[in-house]
């Protein structure tokens, strides 16, 4: 059994920065492929980022150029680096491991907000 957290989340201003955090515990494999998916009220959850163990990486098209997905295996932890931030970015923002193809593992998540 996979067990994440997330943390740093928050509320920042148009145009700021904030890096969220994904500790990962229990039977996580360093060939799991992490990724970083969020959700508003009322919606799907949509994937924003992954990352293989091999570090290929993918990014939701809104998202290319100002989120940067990053893992440590050794700390098994999962960044996510978000600048520019825009007030469609607003979510809740979940850590998810997949394995054999199944998006098996869940954190519990963390608010980003994005208000002026």
């Known amino acids: 059994q996979v067990q994440l957290v997330e943390s740093g989340g928050g509320l920042v201003q148009p145009g700021g920065s904030l890096r969220l955090s994904c500790a990962a515990s229990?039977?996580?494999?360093?060939?799991?492929?992490m990724g970083w998916y969020r959700q508003v009220p009322g919606k799907q959850r949509e994937l924003v980022a992954t990352?293989?163990?091999?570090?290929?990486?993918y990014y939701l098209d809104s998202v290319k150029g100002r989120f940067t997905i990053s893992r440590d295996n050794a700390e098994k932890t999962v960044y996510l680096q978000m600048y520019s931030l825009k007030p469609e970015d607003t979510a809740v923002y979940y850590c998810?491991?997949?394995?054999?193809?199944?998006?098996?593992?869940w954190g519990q998540g963390t608010q980003v907000t994005v208000s002026s």
């Open positions: 998810s491991a997949s394995r054999g193809g199944i998006w098996s593992s």
């Open positions: 229990g039977s996580i494999l360093s060939t799991d492929v």
């Open positions: 990352i293989t163990s091999g570090g290929s990486m």
